[in-house]
């Protein structure tokens, strides 16, 4: 599957900063995802964003649908130590088949400290 | 909610043995479960789409005849690693589909070492 443009890399900040990052793609999609991922752990849903321009929030976490279908965003604000793992972004598109494809970003690697 | 359980969570295999991996759908079901590779320090990489009652969907590249796929019910997928190799080593994880806004949801993932 194609790979998103997810940046940065990583970043490595102090609690209660806020944090964003981003993924583009040259691909549409129907749907965006966000997880995270802690280490030996498959990874966690935090927020999934249906329509384009969808502006979703989950606590601390926001995150948006861009309007061309091809980005989005996540911010997390008032960063805690527990924010620390690597984070994904997903698009999601429909198969011709039925079921649906996934492709993730490189990931952002978040690094909180106290 | 919507459960991906895996097991084991971890597993250490001589070279040349097989190993399998199952993948479980716990309330709900799941006629199409995906199966992802991941080295450390990278993102997750599709390697097969498992498909109950029929043959799973391997990704280019990916050997079919190495990572045998099994979905024998709507609720349990398998990926057995045969004659495995110290370059398999990697964090196997599945996921599945389930019914409603859950999005794919993911196993907590299966280390694989292989010596």
């Known amino acids: 599957g194609q790979q998103l443009n997810q940046s940065p890399q990583s970043m490595f900040i102090q609690e209660g900063e806020d944090v964003s990052m981003n993924c583009t793609s040259s691909?549409?999609?129907?749907?965006w995802l966000w997880y995270k991922q802690e280490p030996g752990e498959g990874p966690v849903l935090l927020i999934a964003l249906y329509k384009a321009g969808e502006l979703t929030s989950n606590g601390r976490l926001t995150a948006q649908f861009g309007i061309t279908r091809k980005d989005s965003f996540l911010n997390i604000s008032a960063s805690i130590p527990s924010d620390v793992g690597i984070y994904f972004c997903?698009?999601?598109?429909?198969?011709?088949?039925?079921?649906?494809?996934?492709?993730f970003g490189k990931g952002t690697s978040l690094l909180v400290t106290p | 909610g919507a459960v991906v359980s895996q097991h084991p969570s971890w597993v250490i295999c001589k070279s040349g043995t097989s190993v399998k991996i199952e993948c479980r759908s716990l309330?709900?079901?799941?006629?199409?479960m995906f199966w992802y590779r991941q080295f450390p320090k990278q993102s997750l990489m599709l390697m097969a789409t498992?498909?109950?009652?029929?043959?799973?969907?391997?990704e280019q590249g990916v050997e079919k005849d190495k990572f045998l796929i099994n979905h024998a019910s709507l609720t349990l997928s398998t990926l057995t690693v045969t004659s495995a190799h110290p370059e398999d080593s990697s964090f196997y994880i599945c996921?599945?589909?389930?019914?409603?806004?859950?999005?794919?949801?993911f196993g907590s993932g299966t280390r694989l070492t292989v010596v």
């Open positions: 996921s599945a589909f389930p019914p409603g806004d859950y999005g794919y949801t």
């Open positions: 309330d709900f079901q799941a006629t199409t």
């Open positions: 997903a698009g999601q598109s429909r198969l011709m088949n039925s079921g649906y494809a996934l492709n």
């Open positions: 498992s498909n109950e009652g029929s043959k799973a969907t391997y």
């Open positions: 691909s549409i999609f129907n749907t």
